[in-house]
């Protein structure tokens, strides 16, 4: 039986390489193959939890992955270049293969399981799932005119998920995770309605509320493990006002 969880974070891998060959080469419709390949995607990973349907770890790492692979699917619909696409498809695969196999060794293999990796691969795909999420977000209502106020309430909601699934995966205690998650999400809101109204494109939005988006994860999950000081807090204050110096300044204002 183990061997059939072994072979699991291959199935999903290969799973994915065929669902964006389908979407790239247009085999099928592309909202086809998005539907298709995210649904066979998250039975796979339901199967690899056991299907553990009334515990909130099963839920959080289905939402996890689908997020981050339905993200990466919605910013290629943008793209025009086959090459970043390509890039972007590698690096999906390449994450959510890795994701299900720290998902296994957590689940299945305890002893073999190196600690804090499901945390610290957590919120890399938060934090591209954020990017690729705006990314389409700002494009569609530039380009389809979909009104700001759904657009908000959905990132709201897809906010509140990803800060309360990082902040418990680095084992916080509840109150600080729905207070942090609660707050978080406001100001994620807050700031994705401000930023939508920059005379800049979308990319560099998105780029701009990743970047705050990472300044906020990092200092929330430093203080929920009590490792916040002022060295943490200047180090990631630092590379944020470094990184948004170099977005700003090599973006091109409308």
């Known amino acids: 039986m183990i061997l059939l969880y072994r072979i699991t974070p291959f199935f999903i891998a ?60 919605s910013v290629l619909f943008l793209f025009e270049s086959m090459t970043t696409s390509l890039i972007v498809t590698c690096v999906t695969i390449g994450l959510l293969t890795l994701f299900s196999e720290f998902i296994f060794l957590y689940t299945h293999i305890p002893s073999a399981y ?5 945390e610290y691969l957590t919120l890399i795909l938060n934090l591209l799932s954020i990017f690729f999420l705006t990314c389409f977000g700002f494009a569609i209502r530039l380009l389809v005119q979909i009104p700001l106020s759904f657009l908000s309430i959905s990132f709201f909601f897809l906010s509140f998920f990803l800060i309360y699934g990082m902040l ?11 207070f942090y998650a609660g707050f978080g999400a406001i100001l994620f809101t ?37 490792k916040l000081s002022k060295e943490v807090a200047r180090r990631y204050l630092i590379t944020a006002g470094f990184l948004l110096l170099f977005i700003g300044v090599s973006s091109q204002w409308l």
């Not at 190196?114 to 499901?118: D, E, V, W």
């Not at 418990?168 to 600080?176: C, E, N, P, R």
């Not at 509320?209 to 203080?223: I, M």
């Open 14 to 73: 290969l799973t994915s390489a065929l669902g964006f060959a389908a979407f790239l080469l247009r085999w099928t419709h592309p909202f086809v193959a998005v539907l298709v390949t995210v649904f066979v995607v998250l039975l796979l990973l339901a199967r690899l939890l056991q299907f553990q349907l009334d515990t909130f770890s099963f839920w959080f790492f289905l939402g996890t992955a689908g997020i981050f692979l339905l993200s990466a699917f």
């Open 114 to 118: 190196q600690p804090f990796s499901l």
């Open 168 to 178: 418990w995966v680095s084992k916080s205690a509840s109150i600080h995770t729905r």
């Open 190 to 226: 807050e700031l994705f309605i401000a930023i939508s109204f920059l005379p800049t494109g979308f990319y560099t939005n998105a780029a701009f509320l990743t970047v705050f988006s990472y300044v906020y994860f990092g200092l929330t999950r430093a203080h929920v493990i009590h």
